[in-house]
């Protein structure tokens, strides 16, 4: 049995500008992603027949958040591997377990993660020798943020997200994430974000905040970190407001629900304001779980 244990890193959207609803389904997007060190670890093992399993291990802090991560062929993780041994013309199975540490439907990617690092696990444990772009055209048909975990770093997303482009990016950053203790379904957001807005402008990237990841200008990044989905995801649900608020209050530069949330991630000017924040945080409502983390952080890499 060959077996490879690979990090599979969460994403923030410093930027998520949100265009018109295509006829397929999805919004046309101008994003900004960065990959952070917070991550889940997916090891995956070679079988000797066709079988594909998966087991999850999660650290629950309030509520049974694994129930919430499928163990059946709905998995994206499964999907991925099922996708990957389709397109290489093989019938070789695997064994998939997953540690969660990324909030699940929490708006920072943690199933699309899962799916980039089991790629490349089956890609090594099956020898199948596919390079990085080869894997990225697969990912794309899992999700639209599937793209971007395997390439990580910092990059911009267009189209639905998928298709990714480097960007240039100096020096590290602290956040702040506050874990909302209830998931958010990402369609409902998007199909609150069609109702809030009808209308929607062709999406961009703020000039500013590619300038301020250039000069690696923390304060400017502050200023210019946006989210088009925030107001979808603060009207279903109210308290994130207040969530806000108090990581603001407490000394974080900036504050923004992340992707589709409910996450919220908080922008540190110096990771010693990292104690006084986390503590408030605690007390906000509807708030799970405090993680203090750095990005950015590489794609879905194998560790061992
Ligand atoms: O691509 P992914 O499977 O992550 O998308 C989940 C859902 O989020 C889609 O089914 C769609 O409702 C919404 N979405 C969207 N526009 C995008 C990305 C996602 O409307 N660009």
């Known amino acids: 049995m060959t077996s490879t244990v690979v990090r599979a890193p969460a994403k923030i959207n410093l930027g998520l500008s949100v265009g018109p609803l295509r006829d397929d389904g999805f919004h046309e997007l101008a994003t900004v992603y960065m990959a952070l060190d917070l991550h889940d670890t997916v090891r995956v093992s070679s079988r ?25 062929p709905d998995n994206l993780a499964v999907r991925a591997v099922e996708l990957l041994r389709t397109a290489a013309g093989i019938t070789d199975g ?20 899962d799916a980039a690092a089991a790629l490349v696990g089956a890609n090594h444990v099956w020898g199948l020798g596919w390079d990085r772009e080869a894997l990225a055209d697969l990912a794309a048909e899992l999700g639209s943020d599937v793209p971007f975990l395997l390439h990580g770093g910092v990059g ?35 199909a609150e974000f069609d109702r809030l807005e009808p209308e929607p402008e062709p999406p ?3 000039p500013e905040l590619m300038a ?9 990044l502050g200023e210019h970190l946006a989210n ?26 900036a504050g923004i629900v992340s992707g589709s949330g409910p996450t919220c991630v908080f922008l540190l000017e110096d990771d010693g304001d990292a104690a006084l ?5 605690w007390a906000a409502p509807g708030c799970a779980d405090v993680i203090h983390t750095h990005g950015p952080a590489a794609g879905a890499r194998i560790v061992s």
């Open 48 to 72: 000797d027949d066709d079988q594909v399993t998966v087991t999850v291990q999660a650290d629950v802090q309030e509520g049974d958040e694994a129930v919430a991560v499928p163990l059946g």
């Open 94 to 113: 695997v064994d998939l377990a997953i540690r969660k540490v990324i909030p699940v439907a929490g708006g920072m990617a943690g199933g699309s993660s």
């Open 156 to 190: 911009i997303g267009t189209g639905r997200g998928e298709k990714i482009s480097p960007v240039l990016s100096r020096g590290r950053y602290g956040f702040i994430v506050a874990v909302a203790s209830e998931g958010l379904s990402t369609p409902s957001v998007y």
């Open 204 to 206: 961009r990237i703020a």
């Open 212 to 220: 301020a990841l250039r000069g690696h200008d923390t304060e400017r």
């Open 228 to 253: 088009d989905l925030e107001a979808a995801a603060l009207s279903l649900r109210p308290e994130l407001d207040r969530v806000l608020q108090i990581g603001v209050d407490a000394g974080a530069l």
């Open 277 to 281: 924040l986390t503590t408030a945080l």
